[in-house]
């Protein structure tokens, strides 16, 4: 997962032709702490994703902007247009973060493999 610390990173990226998909996280949120691993073991099962990592209180008004309120959050997108989000103030599991991919990349594409 690539970090990015600037908006206009986030701008470049969010235009990309493939499906990116940014996780929102925040300092001192323990939710966030596994997100790191959850996102290491689904990348191989999705091949045509990107995954990148926005640190809400270092872009917090693009956070605010996005209305990212709650972390971990998740929001894809695939040249310019938001695809979906996963927008929530609970705990994501393993599963429901693999499920919110397969159902982007099967929104986008039509059909997801995992």
Do not use: W
Request: glycine share 6%.
């Amino acid at each position: 997962m690539k970090p990015i610390h600037t908006n206009e990173a986030y701008v470049k990226t969010m235009l990309q032709d493939s499906i990116s998909v940014f996780l929102f996280t925040g300092m001192g949120c323990s939710d966030c702490v596994g997100m790191d691993r959850v996102i290491e073991h689904i990348q191989p099962k999705f091949t045509d994703v990107s995954f990148y990592q926005v640190q809400r209180d270092e872009l917090l008004d693009l956070c605010k902007d996005l209305g990212i309120q709650s972390v971990p959050s998740f929001i894809a997108y695939r040249d310019g247009h938001e695809i979906s989000r996963f927008v929530t103030p609970f705990r994501k599991t393993e599963q429901e973060v693999m499920d919110y991919v397969a159902m982007t990349v099967e929104k986008e594409y039509g059909n997801a493999k995992i």
